[in-house]
């Protein structure tokens, strides 16, 4: 499989597909996260759960990494003529954004594009963070002069600490769909307790896994920004989104696939 994956990569089998981030209030499409696919050969679709792992084993995660953040970048060019102020977030592994080149790599993947480094917010994950602290500090910081936000992913299951999202440039929190799926089942004052904590450190709450109305609901009134999830919208691959938008150009109707 890990030679599948590094033929994959040089022979473009890997795909970019994308889910919206929305407004929980205005319900207008805010970025578009870009997910990995990759389409084998023999064995169909192929999941970030089962790939990703192996390419972080196998150091291909950079390379994958960067393939993902290019296709990415040039179908959001597409897709900013119909909604100009579109943003993209992209996973990156820790591995990647402390390669010494990251900031000229991407210096010239915006230029490549014609995409200005505004539009990209990179996402990483607690426990990478909590592993690199060090390492993370100075790329961190030189990317955020670049106008290039970062996420904290599965925010609430890891180990990050107040100190480390006071000491690291972290601009918004994505919170873990564990939470958002528990609402209603005695976490309730756990989500509101993050999402307090985040606007007094003045920090953004997304949440993921959002799947039905009253999850909706139960964020909406706790004061949750934004939200991702099936209730909005599935992953899809590019031609789908770019109908999509076009169908609804600034918003996604409620319970749209379900």
């Known amino acids: 499989l890990e030679q599948d994956l590094k033929q994959a990569l040089e022979n473009n089998e890997m795909e970019v597909w994308f889910q919206p981030i929305i407004s929980s209030k205005t319900h207008c499409i805010h970025e578009l996260e870009a997910l990995a696919r990759w389409r084998h050969p023999t064995k169909g679709i192929i999941f970030p759960d089962e790939f990703i792992p192996l390419a972080e084993e196998s150091e291909l995660i950079i390379s994958l990494d960067r393939y993902i953040l290019i296709h990415a970048l040039n179908a959001l060019k597409k897709l900013r003529p119909l909604i100009s102020e579109l943003k993209l977030s992209v996973n990156f592994s820790v591995k990647t954004l402390i390669q010494k080149d990251i900031v000229d790599f991407l210096d010239k993947i915006f ?43 599965d925010f609430g299951i890891g180990y990050s600490s107040l100190y480390r999202l006071h000491i690291l440039p972290v601009h918004v929190l994505k919170l873990d769909r564990f939470f958002t799926s528990r609402t209603g089942n005695g976490y309730r004052n756990i989500v509101e307790a993050i999402i307090m904590i985040a606007k007094a450190m003045n920090k953004t709450i997304i949440a993921e896994g959002v799947e039905n109305d009253h999850q909706y609901s139960e964020l909406l009134n706790l004061g949750c920004e934004f939200m991702q999830g099936y209730y909005f919208a599935r992953p899809m691959p590019f031609t789908d989104m770019l109908k999509l938008i076009k169908t609804n150009p600034r918003w996604i109707p409620l319970a749209a696939n379900n």
Do not use: A, R
């Open 111 to 153: 230029l490549e594009t014609d995409n200005p480094s505004s539009v990209l917010n990179i996402e990483i994950t607690e426990t990478g963070m909590t592993k690199n602290e060090k390492n993370l500090i100075q790329p961190m910081e030189y990317l955020t002069q670049k106008n290039i936000q970062f996420y904290l992913d």
